[in-house]
């Protein structure tokens, strides 16, 4: 047990306990594990694990007392009420065997809080005045009940009101800065972010292990989402050694797979595309079928795309397609509606009808019905045109159920683009 | 410990283990505890507790053995990928001690899935055919990784895949199904789930109150999400006598704000929006500038919408307001690309250049830039034209980002539209 009262090179360790009936009843929604774990990872913490158990769970003081064996800091969240079934203030008591007093400023705070609310205050309430012998408290603006610390010196249990509209201030104001003084911390990683899109996180995990295995104290985690991949490399920060060490690793996954690295940080794949159009101040429109609007959309989530997105044709029928986007009839009788011909007269088609100097096309099965044995569901065949008349055009097949087959759709279009307008080669897939 | 191969009077009692890294370090939202909770609630489950822990934690194996001791079932979601780092399948078959063997059903599932997908399929990627020798497993038409169930007679241990897209329909699906069989339950609440949107979820909270207070063991849940308003209204299940009492809260409410219910069930409101032109035999066209096309994607989002929805112009710029959808420049001019005048214009334009008996419109400021003292980000004209020549225009002013103004100004959208089908008045933002 690393003693956490002087400043550690390991992370200072954290066990979270929720407690709330309703949540394990699927009644209401934790917001708690979110935020806190979000809150205290970016001081350097690291959560060991959460728990969320029931209301007045009697095994409360047992799990607090064997998550302390593990952890620097046990928080508790909820059960501070005023009423005998909210336990949470003597289990901590109990687990840490720090007693309990009233304690004249939080109960001075406590009858100001019933004044503004017009309520009188009975004895009940009183033990919300109730703090640790050893340790502190912290002031709820936003409530009755304190937030309680319980000091053992290289451990620490806290206990925090369960209303979120009370704990997030408080820990916010409160808790995170009593943290950092306790534990001298400064963020204690430096970490990079990385964003691929079109190749598999497996695939981008086999070059992780064979490329960065050696590297010491590396941290990777990755986080797959449709079509994309957010990989984060940590290190201990030892200024600028660290900064140095992460940039060797980046740079080694660049010569790896960097074609498929869209983005370093947190930016979107329609962010870059719509930043690269904007440099070259190009503009862009989309002709959509299986994705009935889907490309549009997530271009124009991003802010100012008007400055290049001129718009698009949502051609879900053969009939938009000729008429609003020249596709030719026969193409579509010959080589049917999802086809790599009939993609491309839809790019140029919208490059063309709606005067800009990119137009990219979608058109696919996305499913459940519509598939065949030639052209299996997730059959998607995007095209790309330039104003000049060049056009490329790929067919896919994805996988998953409708909504996944369009998102891959989308995010694919856009990396075909990406990579026209970065002169790097095109994927086959 | 309950002996759960016979049914039991005391409710069957369940521990959740969700494994995932990007919980811990709050980059990502646990999406599993809510929704098994609920789903299981529903099914009359009690949950013992929920923990959240890494992605390869080596104590997994203890912490089921652990939660067996008090649990009828334990189920552990994640971790069950090709990797060596998926844990999760060994974790569960050196709790239970039950070993794994190839399924060759499975293993054919895994080959079709491959196939479907255009990916070779590796020797990793067979570790996912392992099945309990004494247990079963549930097919995973959405991925890769099949559910396992180890089956210890008394007691079960379940794993599932991580993605919420593979477990979610997994469970409606497969695992329910087979624990209600398994512990011969009987749903033990009966619950109506009604649909609302356009009305916020304190004015029904207010109306559920003032009319439904009085009704005994009535239990009311409520899901706000951009404009809409999921209300789920649940009695303990004394057969008819409970079904009668959900129908008659049903009514009172239908009878107090009946026309902001879209639906009752699972359906959404582009569901619904697209049964009620089917049954019409009628066709719609959008025109977007401020959605972008965000209103296509979601009425394409439904299967199938290709017999009502006939396709759309993404108009971001006014020249393709006025080229492809007939809106005339002095409009523009005189009123502004935001205005009803203009979202009149594009809705009748859509209507007739893209041949459809519908056409709905929606033109606005969706920030955080472009707004004005007159007229504020958030502000957003949408329309309804009829092949016939009519047109309702509307201004409404929404709050939040971007993106929830772009998903309320569709909500609204369909919504306009739903109700001229129905003839029901409409509303006056």
Chains 1, 2 share one sequence.
Request: charged share 25%; proline share 5%.
């Amino acid at each position: 047990m690393s003693d956490i009262s002087t400043s550690s090179s390991t992370p200072v360790q954290y066990t979270l306990i929720i407690t709330g009936e309703e949540i394990l009843s699927g009644k209401r929604i934790d917001r708690h594990i979110p935020f806190l774990n979000k809150t205290l990872y970016d001081l350097g913490l690291e959560c060991l694990g959460c728990r969320v158990i029931g209301d007045s769970d009697s095994t409360l003081s047992e799990l607090v007392k064997d998550a302390l064996i593990k952890s620097d800091v046990v928080i508790v969240t909820g059960g501070l009420g005023p009423t005998l079934d909210d336990i949470t203030r003597e289990a901590l008591s109990d687990a840490t065997g720090i007693g309990m007093e009233e304690n004249p400023q939080a109960l001075k705070e406590l009858q100001e809080r019933f004044a503004s609310m017009g309520r009188p205050m009975t004895d009940n309430n009183k033990r919300q005045a109730l703090v640790p012998v050893q340790g502190r408290f912290f002031s709820n603006p936003n409530g009755t009940a304190p937030g309680l610390v319980f000091d053992l010196g290289n451990k620490l249990a806290v206990a925090l009101p369960g209303p979120p509209r009370e704990l997030e201030p408080m820990v916010l104001d409160a808790m995170a800065p009593f943290l950092m003084e306790r534990f001298h911390l400064k963020k204690v990683f430096r970490s990079a972010t990385l964003r691929f899109c079109c190749l598999g996180e497996s695939n981008i995990d086999a070059v992780v292990r064979e490329k960065l295995d050696a590297v010491p104290d590396l941290r990777v985690s990755s986080l797959s989402h449709l079509g994309t991949v957010e990989l984060t490399l940590s290190l201990p920060d030892h200024g600028l050694e660290a900064e140095e060490a992460l940039h060797r690793c980046v740079e080694v996954l660049r010569a790896e797979i960097g074609d498929y690295l869209y983005a370093e940080g947190q930016y979107t794949l329609e962010e870059i595309v719509g930043s690269l159009l904007k440099k070259k101040k190009e503009t862009l429109a989309v002709a959509e079928s299986c994705t009935g609007g889907l490309l549009g959309a997530a271009i124009t989530s991003i802010p100012g795309s008007s400055d290049y997105f001129n718009g698009g044709v949502i051609a879900y029928t053969n009939t938009i397609k000729t008429e609003c986007l020249d596709v030719d009839p026969d193409v579509i009788t010959t080589h049917g509606a999802v086809s790599e011909e009939c993609a491309a007269q839809m790019a140029a088609g919208a490059c063309k009808s709606l005067n800009s100097d990119w137009g990219v096309a979608v058109t696919g099965i996305a499913g459940p019905g519509g598939g065949t044995g030639a052209k299996p569901v997730g059959t998607v065949c995007i095209a790309v045109a330039s104003r000049k008349g060049a056009v490329e055009a790929k067919t896919w097949r994805f996988f998953g159920a409708r909504e996944a087959i369009r998102r891959r759709s989308v995010v694919s279009a856009l990396d075909q683009l990406r990579r026209i307008l970065l002169n790097l080669p095109s994927i086959n897939p």
